[in-house]
């Protein structure tokens, strides 16, 4: 099992360009999350999904969309990049039972010029 | 609100020596509690977990935690510390009236010297 994947490892963008991370897994987990990881700040829960076709947002939502089309992956979008995003991205995904840690993914260096 | 609170960004330890790293809580309802170790450029990795019972919890590569409830404490603890233990430390909780997020602290720095 390749676990939790992420895509791209690294993205440089300009203020006002998009992209979009990509997030797979390959362990049938219903719960996936987008975290955003600063220093002195932890790690900052952006948006999260319980499941195929639901999404909902976290503690910083802003500047970011999400989508969850297919069970396996879960895609973070930035339409209009800000210097404010500049970040580590991490993508997590666990079982439903409220008892199942997160498994996370090798995170996304993104930086916004 | 509920929290989750390191009140140590940096521990510094020789390697031998025991370890602790500390994590109080803030929450309502019962709290499942998790510990995550972070590596230089890597994504976070589970170390160990309590959910019920047995309040000291044994997880990964030698690690421990205690629970303790009436001081909302879960600190983490190794007996003898190696200096491949450097590393970033996330204690985290989910309480049962939201099980669906974590809620994590903001880590702490484990340094271990030779």
């Known amino acids: 099992n390749a676990g939790v994947t992420q895509t791209p490892k690294f993205r440089v963008l300009k203020t006002g360009q998009s992209m979009t991370l990509l997030c797979a897994q390959d362990m049938n987990h219903e719960y996936m999350y987008w975290y955003r990881q600063d220093p002195g700040m932890g790690l900052r829960l952006i948006h999260y999904?319980?499941?195929?076709?639901?999404?909902a947002k976290g503690e910083v939502p802003d500047g970011y969309n999400v989508s969850r089309l297919k069970k396996q992956n879960f895609l973070l979008g930035l339409e209009s990049a800000a210097p404010s995003q500049t970040s580590v991205y991490f993508c997590?995904?666990?079982?439903?039972?409220?008892?199942?840690?997160?498994?996370f993914g090798p995170g996304t260096r993104l930086t916004v010029l | 609100a509920q929290s989750v609170a390191q009140p140590e960004d940096q521990v510094n330890v020789a390697e031998g020596n025991p370890l602790t790293v500390k994590c109080t809580y803030s929450?309502?309802?019962?709290?499942?509690l998790f510990w995550y170790v972070q590596y230089p450029n890597r994504g976070l990795q589970f170390l160990l977990k309590?959910?019920?019972?047995?309040?000291l919890v044994k997880g990964s590569y030698g690690f421990e935690a205690e629970f303790n409830k009436s001081q909302t404490s879960f600190h983490l603890k190794k007996p003898s510390a190696l200096v491949s233990d450097s590393a970033l430390y996330f204690c985290a909780v989910r309480t049962t009236y939201n099980t669906d997020k974590l809620i994590f602290g903001t880590g702490t720095r484990l340094q271990v010297f030779p």
């Open positions: 999904s319980v499941g195929e076709g639901t999404t």
């Open positions: 929450v309502s309802g019962n709290p499942y």
């Open positions: 309590y959910i019920t019972g047995d309040n």
């Open positions: 997590a995904s666990r079982h439903r039972s409220a008892y199942n840690e997160q498994f």
